[in-house]
């Protein structure tokens, strides 16, 4: 059974598309509110499932926070598919800051993964809002996934980057 969002009340909470601007436990600036540093965000669910959800083929929806976890669950994916070839953190810590830099699809765009996933925009404004989220939590996920993907010695963790030979929901990774 796939693991879903705990994130269930979209009360309260700001919306890009469809998807739900949740609070992240982040340093990096963005338009994402700032939660408690003992609370599990977002983030920490899609490192801590993915291992799991990673092995899903269909992937039914239950809130609108499951499909920020379908994206950084694929997201996380294509990181560790750039880091396959790393043999240190500091190549990998480069390989991660090159994905950074790379122009973030909103819907409706081309490269943008899961099609359907998300509402279009309705105006430049939301496709910003959303592109500067997706940015934000992509940047956020790929600093604590260097800290699962690699040891405290900077060697790489066998158990983390044999995923990144996995399709997740049968989309191959470019």
């Not at 990096?28 to 669910?45: F, L």
């Not at 990673?54 to 039914?60: G, L, Q």
């Amino acid at each position: 059974m796939v693991y879903h969002s705990s994130f269930l009340d979209d009360e309260g909470i700001t919306k890009a598309c469809g998807c739900p601007l949740l609070p992240l436990k982040s340093h990096i600036k963005g338009p994402a509110p700032v939660s408690d540093r003992g609370r599990t965000d977002i983030v920490d669910e899609a490192i801590t499932f993915f291992r799991a959800n990673v092995f899903f083929r269909n992937f039914d929806i239950k809130s609108s926070a499951d499909k920020l976890l379908i994206y950084l669950t694929f997201y996380i994916n294509v990181t560790l598919k750039r880091l396959e070839g790393c043999r240190t953190l500091a190549e990998g810590t480069k390989a991660v800051i090159s994905l950074g830099l790379e122009k973030v699809p909103v819907p409706g765009e081309s490269g943008f993964p899961f099609p359907g996933l998300f509402a279009l925009p309705q105006s430049q404004k939301e496709a910003e809002l959303l592109r500067n989220y997706l940015k934000q939590i992509r940047e956020e996920t790929s600093g604590r996934l260097l800290s699962v993907a690699y040891r405290p010695n900077g060697t790489p963790n066998k158990w983390w980057l044999a995923f990144a030979k996995r399709k997740f929901m049968n989309i191959i990774v470019p």
